[in-house]
């Protein structure tokens, strides 16, 4: 590790599981009234 660097220490450095690129936004940024909203009981 780099010194200076934060990082989770659940996730490993090099996961073998990736982002599905499939669900990855088009945008460069968020617009919040496209974001989701979800309760749990």
Request: with cysteine.
């Given at each position: ?12 450095t ?9 669900m990855m936004?088009?945008?460069?940024t968020?617009?919040?009234?496209q ?6 009981k």
């Amino acid at each position: 590790m780099w010194r200076g660097t934060l990082r989770s220490a659940s996730v490993p450095t090099n996961p073998d599981w990736g982002m599905r690129r499939e669900m990855m936004s088009r945008r460069y940024t968020t617009r919040l009234d496209q974001l989701w909203s979800v309760a749990c009981k």
